[in-house]
């Protein structure tokens, strides 16, 4: 009877690696919607804009700036306070409107940012691969399609958010479409994708210009800084050295003169019910008072 004869391992080819053009594919397609709102603005100059262009442009940026920064970053990411199953889906469907991806991908790669801030394994920081790098060109010379999905179990468990997460264009498409609905092209050139641009270049800045130019009121380890412009320009978000002595706070604006827009809309959540267990920054950095060097805060999502 014949045997059997195995092949050695050594003879069995190694699977092909990707060709570089299907990768560069794959992240053009990944950010289409990203270039699509800002090459939209070169219509802008034979478009209307009338005050119902600023209203409209007020009412985006409220809404998916908010999104980005209580939902995404605050609560998804870092869990600073507890809110309902439903109203977590909401924050989410409005950091999806900001075109930044879902709640799952947004938050495994601040995880990501803050395990390993301004060191190897940051996605994004200016201090290691320069200014161009830390705003956008992180987006551009990776393949981000699939963080590790270790560093999101916690927002995993939830089938609705895994759901929002494949489909996280859907909520800005539609929220684009209700601009065209209320104003025509003027509603959608200058309320959604300039309202979106800016939140992005805003979100951009943060991890930019946040690591690089302001204040450093705390000796946290790596680069963050508090940068006044950002502060106000991010509702609250650009005080980001505050934010990174007390990552699962929820308000980073330790001062009275550090405007901080997102925790207020957080604490108008609190007094109508829709959030609790609202975390707050240790009561000695609080004032603006200078602190020696704490243990870091652990982020959640991972151990270690």
Same mark, same amino acid.
């Given at each position: ?28 397609? +990944? %950010? ?11 219509? $802008? ?58 709640? @799952? ?22 201090? %290691?691969?320069?200014? @161009? ?41 539609? @929220? ?5 609905? $209320? ?14 641009? %800016? ?8 991890? +930019? ?14 680069? +963050? ?48 019910? %829709? ?8 009561? +000695? ?20």
């Amino acid at each position: 009877m014949p045997t059997l004869q195995t092949v050695p391992l050594a003879a069995v080819p190694a699977a092909p690696a990707r060709p570089a053009w299907r990768r560069a594919t794959r992240i053009a397609v +990944s %950010l289409s919607p990203l270039l699509a709102v800002h090459l939209a603005l070169l219509a $802008a100059p034979w478009v209307e804009f009338t005050w119902w262009s600023v209203l409209a442009v007020f009412a985006v940026t409220r809404v998916s700036g908010l999104g980005v920064t209580v939902g995404l970053h605050r609560y998804f990411s870092h869990h600073a306070f507890k809110t309902t199953r439903w109203f977590q889906f909401v924050l989410g469907v409005m950091g999806c409107t900001a075109l930044q991806k879902g709640p @799952l991908w947004w938050a495994a790669h601040h995880r990501l940012h803050h395990r390993h801030s301004d060191r190897e394994h940051d996605p994004h920081s200016p201090v %290691l691969g320069g200014f @161009l790098h830390g705003h956008m060109g992180w987006l551009f010379s990776q393949d981000l399609m699939h963080p590790d999905p270790a560093l999101t179990r916690d927002l995993a468990k939830y089938p609705e958010l895994v759901w929002l997460d494949r489909l996280w264009m859907v909520p800005g498409l539609l @929220l684009a479409a209700a601009c065209y609905a $209320a104003l025509g092209v003027e509603g959608l050139v200058y309320g959604y994708c300039l309202g979106v641009v %800016l939140i992005f270049q805003i979100t951009f800045a943060v991890n +930019s210009v946040g690591h690089l130019w302001g204040p450093r009121r705390f000796e946290t380890g790596e680069g +963050s800084r508090n940068n006044p412009v950002l502060g106000y320009l991010a509702m609250g978000d650009g005080w980001h050295n505050n934010h990174h002595r007390a990552p699962s706070s929820a308000r980073h604006g330790f001062a009275w003169y550090e405007l901080d827009t997102s925790y207020r809309f957080i604490c108008l959540l609190r007094m109508v019910g %829709l959030a609790w267990g609202v975390k707050q920054p240790p009561a +000695s950095v609080l004032g603006g008072g200078v602190e020696p060097p704490a243990a870091t805060v652990p982020v959640p999502g991972h151990s270690g």
